[in-house]
């Protein structure tokens, strides 16, 4: 069974940087796509940023682009995301997510495209 883990999220002031962790358990990590999405309470879940199995293509949304970096590490099973810039819209839980399948850069950025997720982290902007 695969299982995804998020650390790295707590309360930081607008400006800082913050960099979370998604460590995957399982199966061969590299194999899997990965997303990362944050959803507000009340609000649906959003993409944040996604990076393909091979590495060869990142995606970004708009509001993270030029301040959010993904970024993975298969040697440690390890998904990133380098977050500079944070602002207090930022504030949110963020989830991993992960499948075991290529897809386009579109298909990436879709909640329904994954089948694995995490159980959040926190971030917190504050001002």
């Known amino acids: 069974q695969v299982q995804l883990v998020e650390s790295g999220g707590r309360l930081v002031q607008v400006g800082d940087s913050l960099r979370l962790a998604c460590t995957i358990s399982g199966y061969t990590f590299s194999t899997y796509a990965m997303g990362w999405f944050r959803q507000i309470a009340g609000k649906e879940r959003e993409f944040v940023a996604a990076i393909s199995t091979s590495e060869d293509r990142t995606s970004y949304s708009d509001s993270v682009k030029g301040r959010f970096t993904i970024s993975r590490d298969n040697a440690k099973a390890t998904a990133y995301l380098e977050m500079n810039s944070l602002k207090p819209e930022d504030t949110a839980v963020y989830y991993c997510?992960?499948?075991?399948?290529?897809?386009?850069?579109?298909?990436?950025?879709?909640?329904?495209?994954?089948?694995?997720w995490g159980q959040g982290t926190q971030v917190t902007v504050s001002s």
């Open positions: 997510a992960a499948r075991q399948l290529g897809a386009s850069t579109i298909t990436l950025q879709t909640t329904n495209f994954y089948d694995n």
